[in-house]
C-alpha cells in the first residue's frame, strides 16, 4: 500500500513539474515575442523620424513629407521640434 501512495505520488509531481516546466517555457516564449515586438516597433519608429528629419534638411516640404512617411503634418512637425 504504501509502495502504490509513494508511486502516485512521484507520479503527481512529475505532472506538476511538466505542467510549471511547460508553461515557464510558454512565458518566455510570449515575453520574448512581446519585446521583439516592441523593439521591432521602436526601431522603425527611430528610423521613420530620421528620415523625415533628413528630407526636412533636403528642403522638401512639410506636406510631401507627411505624404511620404504617411505621418500628419504636426507629426512631421513634431519630428522637427524634437531634433
Not at 509531481?13 to 505542467?19: H, N, P, S
Not at 516597433?41 to 534638411?57: A, C, F, P, S, T
Request: hydrophobic share 30%; aromatic share 6%; charged share 40%.
Amino acid at each position: 500500500m504504501e509502495k502504490q501512495e509513494y508511486e502516485k505520488s512521484v507520479l503527481e509531481y512529475e505532472d506538476v513539474k511538466d505542467a510549471m516546466e511547460y508553461h515557464h517555457r510558454l512565458g518566455k516564449e510570449e515575453g520574448f515575442n512581446e519585446g521583439f515586438d516592441k523593439g521591432l516597433e521602436n526601431g522603425i519608429e527611430k528610423g521613420k523620424r530620421e528620415m523625415v528629419l533628413n528630407m526636412l534638411e533636403k528642403g522638401i516640404p512639410i506636406a510631401t513629407i507627411a505624404e511620404i512617411a504617411e505621418m500628419t503634418e504636426e507629426e512631421v512637425k513634431m519630428c522637427q521640434e524634437k531634433s
